[in-house]
């Protein structure tokens, strides 16, 4: 697993340690829960994501914006549904992360060798 890897799997830890010390320490818990939008955007930084990956950022940043401004939380959540949608319908470039296949040795040890 390359550094890079490490960082991004350790994210969602390192968001959730920061925002406990902000709300413990600070009493910041309502500010203090944008530190959560580091999950996704700590693999854009680090190049892992492709353009296809950041259509939930966007769908949660839309969402947010009509909350906040017009107040339709209500109806707002239903542009969630499209982000299945979209991952049915439009091809993705690339696969984001790769596993490699490793090959396994397997030795066998038979007594009759050490006659």
Do not use: Q, S
């Not at 550094?3 to 969602?12: E, M, Y």
């Not at 309502?30 to 939008?37: K, S, Y």
């Not at 940043?61 to 982000?83: K, V």
Request: glycine share 6%; charged share 15%.
């Amino acid at each position: 697993m390359t550094l890079r890897n490490k960082i991004i799997a350790a994210t969602p830890m390192i968001t959730i340690i920061i925002y406990l010390l902000l709300g413990f320490c600070l009493d910041a818990w309502h500010p203090g829960w944008i530190v959560f939008f580091a999950i996704p955007i700590v693999p854009m930084l680090l190049g892992k994501v492709t353009l296809m990956g950041l259509y939930p950022l966007l769908v949660v940043i839309a969402y947010l914006l009509m909350g906040l401004i017009g107040n339709l939380w209500h109806p707002g959540w239903i542009i969630f549904l499209t982000i299945p949608v979209v991952e049915i319908f439009l091809p993705k470039n690339k696969v984001v992360f790769k596993k490699k296949k490793k090959k396994h040795k397997i030795f066998v040890y038979d007594e009759d060798d050490e006659k």
